[in-house]
T-cell receptor, first 112, second 113 residues
Framework: GQNIDQPTEMTATEGAIVQINCTYQ??????LFWYQQHAGEAPTFLSY????GLEEKGRFSSFLSRSKGYSYLLLKELQMKDSASYLC?????????????FGAGTRLFVKA | KAGVTQTPRYLIKTRGQQVTLSCSPI?????VSWYQQTPGQGLQFLFE???????NKGNFPGRFSGRQFSNSRSEMNVSTLELGDSALYLC????????????FGPGTRLTVT
């Protein structure tokens, strides 16, 4: 079957670093996405990994290991506004499109 | 450049009725995807349209349907509404079928009573 697992909740302190893990089991793999979703708002795109390794984009970095079915999102220099849900999503198979499977999301609380 | 727009933003319907939701993608974007988001199931893929053709479909019953027009605007329809259809319906657009960066609209909050 298709399955994406990520922790339900995490808490971290302002200014710190937090790593949100995601493991997946899907039939085929096109790429892995990370989205940020603030309460009551639509998800916003953070990153997309196709190849193994680390992709850095400002305070946010995303890592992928295809052989392990594993990814993480790293948030540095945490700010209060980073309190949100972080969604891991996989585009499986060779559909050439976005038949995307989403994880349930990790709710991150940033405290002062 | 305007973002993805969805109408209506909120909707209350009764069981058994049908509903049509509308999505206008970002200008120039040709791919539109629809998702259902509920607290229990999270974000689930409904379908994706490109050039007026459905390219991918999620695991939803036939009561859920959609279409895309020549100007890339898209509509989704849910017939014979059930209480479990209460959800936030999100539309996302991307430049092309091979483009990975999707932009989500604000969603339509559907409540079925």
């Amino acid at each position: 079957g298709q399955n994406i697992d990520q922790p339900t909740e995490m808490t971290a302190t302002e200014g710190a670093i937090v790593q949100i893990n995601c493991t997946y089991q899907t039939s085929g793999f096109n790429g892995l996405f990370w989205y940020q979703q603030h309460a009551g708002e639509a998800p916003t795109f953070l990153s997309y990994n196709v190849l193994d390794g680390l992709e850095e984009k400002g305070r946010f970095s995303s890592f992928l290991s295809r052989s392990k079915g594993y990814s993480y999102l790293l948030l540095k220099e945490l700010q209060m506004k980073d309190s949100a849900s972080y969604l891991c999503a996989v585009s499986p198979g060779n559909t050439g499109g976005f038949k995307t499977i989403f994880g349930a999301g990790t709710r991150l609380f940033v405290k002062a | 450049k305007a973002g993805v727009t969805q109408t209506p933003r909120y909707l209350i319907k009764t069981r058994g009725q049908q509903v049509t939701l509308s999505c206008s993608p970002i200008s120039g974007h040709r791919s539109v995807s629809w998702y259902q988001q509920t607290p229990g199931q999270g974000l689930q893929f409904l379908f994706e349209y490109f050039s007026e053709t459905q390219r991918n479909k999620g695991n939803f019953p036939g009561r859920f349907s959609g279409r895309q027009f020549s100007n890339s605007r898209s509509e989704m329809n849910v017939s014979t509404l059930e209480l479990g259809d209460s959800a936030l319906y999100l539309c996302a657009s991307s430049l092309d079928i091979g483009s990975y960066e999707q932009y989500f609209g604000p969603g339509t909050r559907l409540t079925v009573t």
